[in-house]
Each structure stands twice: as structure tokens, then as C-alpha cells.
């Protein structure tokens, strides 16, 4: 047994280049799979268009699905991996794979090559979703967590943001030839996580993870060493709050146990999770996946300007976690879930009752979509707080890579085969309906929210969810 005060310690920190230095080293990940995401169904008709690859419309899907097949399986095997092996450890193997694969994806020789190298791409970052999420919330003051985590999941769309831009640039033959510029994105991709690599030296292990392991020493040094580097920035540092943590040191693996406990004593989260991610995932990725193709076969916008619509989306995407981040600090968990998938679902279900009725343009069905996922991209952004922060620290990693493999499953087969079977059957009225089901779950969404959300906010983590190593 031994006893500690590492949570109440970090908890207590005020806001420094430290956080910032975390903010960035890891929450870059979400704006690389949303580079990764919007690039290739950006450049698909290049890719498709390759003489070395010769990939044809079901290809270039199948593809996508390697990308999505291999974020699930990197999820898992990286978020088991995550909680036995600690945290600073995998957050610099999934980077490393990411970059590694990506930079091989701009050298395809064929189509079998680049389904593996998309397949490896998707496992790096599937496996940053559950080694980051965790380190992330275990290194932010409680105090800031819901912002914070809130504001990195949206940066998603930054790299969106970025991957459209990007796209309009390297698919103009009068900058670059058309078969070298995709492959250039894909390289200038690499290099992006050779920079975050950089980064995360800097960044330490999880003294929490250190301290339900075994090892309370180097939990205790690498706490002074943040307290240090904090201090020299700040000054003096707010006294630490009274009580400790009592720990047990003898079991290093708590994988099973903690898998009984997520359908025993934590069953209402998990069912919470699950509805959250099921959700938000389906509504996003149908409408994602097939932005596109609504906008070149309702509205016939060219396809090379489709990154124009795409960049308004995306920017409304981020600003809302950034805008409506600290409410959910303030005003609570409950709460804000709870409005934000609610005010999605009833925003999405009249759209697609002017979308069927002809009440939209081009412009207005992206100034639509923009409204709605303004305050969705909130919405989903709190799905993955909420799976991170309600489950205890010896299997938060795994619990996340579980609840996002699920989610991406769910959004990323069900969603995008839905809706792309509804637009190739060319009615505007069976397309409302996919709308007003993507609509429905939010609503359903906000239901179980209301019901079953815990108060997090501002609490520490061993609060929310003991760790399983407690004594208490």
C-alpha cells in the first residue's frame, strides 16, 4: 500500500507553458486524422485518376474502409497496450506509426499497397485517440479538463480546415501535376508528425498512471519536476489540498477487473457511452462521407469546389467546442450534453424537411450544415470527454479505445452505407428520412444524457470514477 497526493497536486497547478506544451504535443492528433480524413476525400478523384494505381469509385471506398478498419484496430490494441505499458510510451509509437504510414501512402505503387499503408495510417491514429485522451485528461487541472478536452477533440477540424485548403492547392495542374500533387500531401502529412514527435519528448509519463502501477517514486519525481517547471513560470504555487490517496502496489495489470466493472458497477455509463458515441458518430460521419456527393448531385457544384463549402463547415465545427468548451466547466456536464445533442437533432431534423421540399441552395444547405454541427461538433466533442473521465484510471485508455472503436464501426459503416445507398436512389424525401434518423439518436442522445450523466465538472478524476487500485 502506499499512500499519495500526485492527483490533488496537478489538480491544483495554475495554467502554464507546461499545459500549453501538452495542449499542443498531444491534441495535435485530432487535427491530423481530420487532415487525413477530408485529404483523401478530397483528392480522390486525382487518386483515382492515378495511372500507377488505376483505383476505381469502389476502391477508393474500400480504401476508406482500411482507414477506418485499421483506427479500430489501433484503438484497441494501442489502448490495451496504453494501460499496461503507460502512457508516453505508446502516445510516441502511434505517432510514429502514423508518420511512417502516411509518408509510405504518398509512395503507393498499387491498390493493394495503398489499402495497407491507409490500413497502418488509421491504426496510428486510432491509437492516439486512446493513448492521448487518457494522458490528456490526467495531466489538465480539473478545472479546465471539460474546456480543454472539449476544444482538443474539435481541433479535428482544424486539420479539416486545413486538408480542404491543402486540397484546392495541390490538385491545381497550374501549381503541381495532378499524380505528384496527391502524393505531396500525403509526404507534407509525414512531416507534420515528425514535428509532433519533436514535441512529445518534452511531454513526461502520466504521473497517475506511474502512481496505479507500482511505481509511486517516479510518479512523486516527475510531479516535482512539472511542479518545478510550473513554479519557475508562475511563482509560488497554491498549497496542496488536505487528504491523500491510499493505493494498492501489488497487481500491475487490471485489465479484467476493470472489464467487470464497466458492465457491473459502471453499467450506466457505459450505456451512456455507448449511446453518446453510437450518436454522434452516425449523424457525423453520414453527413461527412457524402457531403460531396449532395453537393455535386442535388446542387451541381463542380467537384473541384467543393473545398470551398467545406471550409465554412469546418471552421463552424471548431468554434463550437471553443465557444461552448467552458460552459461545460461551469454550467455542468448534464446540462450542456444534454442541449447540445438536443439542439443537433431538432437543427438536423429541419434541415432535411427544406432539403426535401427544395428550400435550400448550395449555400444554404452548407449554411445549414454549419448551424447544426456548430453545435454537434460540441456535442461529440463531450462523448469523448464523458468516456474518458467516467471510468477508473487503470483501464481509462482501453475504455476509450472500446467506446471509439464502437462509435467509428457504427458512424463509419452503418451512416455513410445508408446515406450513399439514399443519394444513388436520387429521392430528396428518402434522403429526409436518413436525416430525420440521424436527428432522432441525437434526441436520443440527449435523453440518456439527462437521465444518466454524471457531474464531472471541476471534480478530479479519482472523484468521478476511484481507482480500482483504491483502498478507500
Not at 453537393?295 to 451541381?300: E, I, K, V
Not at 470551398?308 to 466547466?329: K, M, Q, S, T
Request: proline share 5%; with cysteine; net charge positive.
Amino acid at each position: 500500500m502506499v499512500e499519495t497526493d500526485v492527483p490533488a497536486r496537478l489538480d491544483r497547478l495554475p495554467w502554464s507553458r507546461f499545459h500549453w506544451l501538452v495542449v499542443a504535443g498531444l491534441g495535435i492528433a485530432w487535427i491530423l486524422d481530420g487532415l487525413e480524413v477530408t485529404l483523401v476525400g478530397s483528392l480522390s478523384g486525382a487518386i483515382a485518376a492515378s495511372p500507377s494505381l488505376r483505383m476505381s469509385a469502389a476502391r477508393i471506398g474500400d480504401s476508406a474502409s482500411a482507414y477506418l478498419a485499421g483506427a479500430v484496430v489501433g484503438a484497441l490494441v494501442f489502448g490495451w497496450l496504453a494501460d499496461r505499458l503507460g502512457r508516453k510510451r505508446l502516445f510516441s509509437v502511434t505517432v510514429l506509426v502514423y508518420l511512417v504510414a502516411t509518408l509510405a501512402t504518398g509512395l503507393s505503387w498499387s491498390f493493394a499497397s495503398f489499402a495497407l499503408f491507409r490500413f497502418l495510417t488509421g491504426a496510428g491514429i486510432g491509437g492516439e485517440y486512446a493513448a492521448v485522451n487518457a494522458a490528456i485528461q490526467e495531466l489538465i487541472p480539473a478545472r479546465k479538463r471539460g474546456f480543454a478536452d472539449l476544444v482538443i477533440n474539435g481541433s479535428f477540424w482544424v486539420g479539416a480546415a486545413l486538408g480542404a485548403g491543402g486540397s484546392l492547392v495541390v490538385l491545381d495542374p497550374h501549381v503541381i501535376p495532378p499524380e505528384l500533387g496527391w502524393r505531396v500531401a500525403f509526404v507534407l502529412g509525414g512531416l507534420l508528425g515528425l514535428l509532433v514527435l519533436t514535441l512529445r519528448r518534452w511531454i513526461p509519463e502520466s504521473p497517475r498512471w506511474l502512481m496505479t502501477h507500482g511505481r509511486p517514486e517516479e510518479a512523486e519525481q516527475v510531479v516535482r519536476g512539472i511542479e518545478a517547471r510550473v513554479e519557475a513560470e508562475t511563482g509560488p504555487l497554491p498549497p496542496v489540498p488536505p487528504g491523500k490517496l491510499r493505493l494498492r502496489t501489488d497487481i500491475r495489470s487490471w485489465f479484467a477487473a476493470g472489464m467487470v466493472a464497466l458492465v457491473t458497477r459502471y453499467r450506466r455509463r457505459t450505456v451512456l457511452g455507448v449511446v453518446l458515441m453510437a450518436s454522434q458518430a452516425f449523424c457525423y460521419n453520414a453527413v461527412f462521407f457524402t457531403y460531396a456527393l449532395i453537393l455535386t448531385r442535388f446542387y451541381g457544384v463542380a467537384a473541384g469546389r467543393v473545398g470551398l463549402f467545406i471550409l465554412p463547415f469546418a471552421v463552424g465545427n471548431f468554434l463550437g467546442p471553443l465557444l461552448l468548451g467552458r460552459l461545460f466547466d461551469v454550467v455542468g456536464r448534464r446540462v450542456m450534453i444534454t442541449a447540445t445533442y438536443a439542439g443537433s437533432g431538432v437543427l438536423m431534423g429541419i434541415t432535411g424537411w427544406l432539403f426535401a421540399h427544395g428550400g435550400l441552395t448550395a449555400v444554404g444547405q452548407t449554411e445549414a450544415w454549419t448551424a447544426i454541427f456548430f453545435v454537434a461538433s460540441a456535442a461529440a466533442s463531450s462523448a469523448y470527454l464523458t468516456v474518458g473521465e467516467s471510468f477508473p484510471l487503470e483501464v481509462r485508455a482501453v475504455a476509450i479505445a472500446l467506446f471509439y472503436a464502437f462509435g467509428t464501426l457504427v458512424g463509419g459503416v452503418a451512416g455513410p452505407a445508408l446515406f450513399g445507398a439514399l443519394i444513388q436512389g436520387g429521392s430528396r424525401v428518402a434522403l429526409m428520412w436518413g436525416y430525420e434518423l440521424g436527428a432522432g439518436l441525437m434526441l436520443l442522445g440527449a435523453a440518456v444524457a439527462w437521465a444518466l450523466a454524471v457531474a464531472a465538472e471541476r471534480r478530479p478524476l479519482e472523484a468521478v470514477a476511484p481507482p480500482l487500485s483504491s483502498l478507500e
